[in-house]
């Protein structure tokens, strides 16, 4: 029997002026372990008249994983931040009782042509931290474990697993890993995997019970500890997940939380902007849509 209880394909989700392809969250499945959000930007070519400008925003109640393949974006935000954030290195910033940040194409490439591609995560908080300070980390790529096992690249983005353990500091039981292959292998690493687990193809393809998968689809495991398959030849893949919490979690725009109540206080205090500005971005800025659709 198979072990994939859904498949998920990328559809496609405006960003302001910038098309994504949204795997997370899906009707049938909100969430896997604490993801509960993940967009795939790109690859698009930008021209030196457009940029990616992703106005000042606010968040509550989770943390934000940017993971570029290509391209550069400055982040800035209400903690002071202003990093610019380049292909392999981790910007992993936690929102808890509310943060705001801006993500833009950096000033001396915004009259250049340039691309873009890259990976766009939300993990949800624990309940008891939910509330907690905003907090802001840049991990850089030769801090990432990698490693190869037979003929197989790995990268441990976040979390815990193959008893090594990200710099990246998570507040929940949760990996996300990369693996890459040139070669048509099969992978089986279910020892090493718990809780609720995602396979997500960025490019090439694998197989499992005779059936091909290709890139831009996210597979669902009914069982992470049976996670084997084969990959094809030049395929990139990623693998999320990790223990799901008891609770249920409510998504409204920009916000997570365990209560509604929550969502409406984030929600009146950005309509009133009473959330902290960005010093240097102060005057724009996203309004809370009127109709929501996420």
Known sequence: MSNINLII??????IGKFMVGRLLPFRQKRMVGPFIYIDHMGPVKLSE???FDVLPHPHIGLSTLTFL???SIMHRDTLGNEVEIKPNAINWMT???GIVHSERTPEYLRHSDKNM???QIWVALPKDIEQMEPEFFHIEQKQIPIWTEENLQFKLVAGEAFNRKSPVPVYSKLYMIEIKSLTKQVVNIGQHLYGESGLYILEGGIESEGNIFESKQMLI???STLCEFTILENSTIYIFGGDPFPEERFIDWNFVATSKELIEQAKHKWQAQTFPKIKGDETEFIPYPSLNKK
Do not use: I, M, Q, S
Not at 9 to 14: G, I, P, Q, T, V
């Open 221 to 223: 495991a009914k069982d």
């Open 49 to 51: 008249r457009d940029n």
């Open 9 to 14: 394909a990328e559809r496609a989700a405006n």
């Open 69 to 71: 393949f290509e391209g």
């Open 95 to 97: 929102a808890g009782k």
């Open 117 to 119: 591609h890259g990976l």
